[in-house]
């Protein structure tokens, strides 16, 4: 039997007011019309606290568009469900916010892309969204709201870090969220512009270590760093289908955000199944989940049920196929290739961004391009 999932993440659209070149959804993007209605999320917002999810991400694109936001949360809590707000935080004001903690809203996740505006306006390519999302920063604290800053970090921010962890300060958070990119989506189309060079990301360690020995008791930092220059992968959202799902604007259910990449897989929807028969039995689910499905060197490797062998989205995208060893372990055969490649781009000037929009660019960044 298979034990019943700790988190959801709910994309409840793909639309955006911002245009970040590493944002992790897909290149084809849903359209509004597209989009689960409310009574639907309601459903599965039911459906997962009766599976045994503990908690709820609400996340986009930019969630706060929903209208029906409050109504999603305040069902979320209702289920018993604890409910966390990923959002860029430019449409919000103290009326919202102040709604969205009344609704029954536990945590709220803000994201920043710099600590400086001019770059940070240019990175989310918006004008003055650094300092709207300062003013909710503040407006999240005064409403009691925990605020956790998510501070997306590569090659062309890494060296204001010491900066962005004194803004978490600054701005009253209780947890710095220090994720270097993940190159899936818009970010692996601009991963030319993106992909750090290997000093500049021992460096941003040395830097997140001694921070958190500094700020013990005043601070959590988080720090996610590349897969690129490691020598084991991450582990794949603790298990293909073992620990988290995500169900998209659509009502497509995924094993994780990126799944959908994966050609020759087929999601099903919440408009035609069970969130609890999809986890269960799901083709999708079933493939990659365990280690039934691995190869050497995965299959005998000691570490099998610590990274399950990387992550499948991106052994797809590096190498065409999701059930080889993810490229990113030392272990892989395509790992020096990997490493080669992540050092070529990293040495180049970077290249202009593809900005975020809804219209499909080449993607053309896997190890035989």
Not at 83 to 88: C, F, K, Q, R, V
Not at 264 to 282: K, M, N, P
Not at 361 to 368: I, K, N, S, V
Request: proline share 6%; glycine share 8%; charged share 20%.
């Amino acid at each position: 039997m298979t034990p019943p999932p700790i988190s959801m993440l709910a994309e409840l659209t793909h639309r955006c007011p911002l245009q970040c070149p590493y944002c992790s959804n897909p290149l084809e993007l849903e359209r509004a019309h597209g989009e689960l209605d409310t009574a639907t999320w309601l459903r599965v917002l039911d459906e997962a606290a009766a599976l045994g999810v503990l908690q709820v991400h609400f996340s986009g694109g930019e969630p706060t568009l929903r209208r029906d936001l409050p109504v999603l949360i305040a069902g979320a809590a209702r289920a018993g469900l604890y409910t966390n707000l990923i959002t860029a935080g430019v449409l919000l004001d103290e009326t919202k916010v102040q709604a969205l903690a009344e609704a029954g809203l536990d945590h709220l996740q803000l994201s920043i892309q710099d600590s400086e505006a001019a770059s940070a306006d240019r990175f989310a390519g918006s004008r003055e969204a650094h300092a709207k999302k300062l003013a909710v920063a503040r407006m999240v604290g005064a409403a009691g709201l925990p605020l956790t800053l998510n501070a997306v970090v590569h090659r062309q921010n890494l060296h204001h870090l010491p900066a962005i962890i004194e803004l978490a300060l600054e701005l009253g958070a209780s947890r710095l969220e220090v994720a270097h990119v993940q190159y899936h989506g818009w970010a692996l189309r601009n991963r030319a512009a993106l992909l750090p060079r290997r000093e500049q990301i021992d460096e941003a360690t040395r830097t997140v270590q001694a921070a958190r020995a500094r700020l013990k008791g005043r601070l959590v930092i988080d720090y996610v760093v590349p897969d690129y220059y490691a020598t084991y992968p991450k582990t794949c959202m603790g298990g293909w289908g073992q620990q988290t799902l995500n169900v998209t604007p659509s009502g497509k259910v995924l094993p994780c955000h990126a799944a959908e990449t994966i050609t020759g897989l087929a999601f099903e929807s919440v408009t035609q199944r069970s969130l609890a028969d999809i986890w269960a039995h799901s083709g999708a689910f079933q493939r990659y989940r365990g280690t039934a499905w691995m190869a050497e060197p995965c299959r005998s490797c000691a570490r099998r049920e610590v990274d399950w062998g990387g992550c499948r989205c991106q052994a797809f995208a590096l190498a065409g196929q999701a059930d080889i060893t993810d490229p990113a372990c030392s272990l892989s055969p395509l790992h020096a290739r990997l490493v080669g490649l992540a050092e070529e781009e990293a040495a180049a000037e970077p290249p202009a961004f593809a900005y975020r929009r809804p219209s499909r660019p080449r993607l053309g960044t896997g190890l035989a391009d």
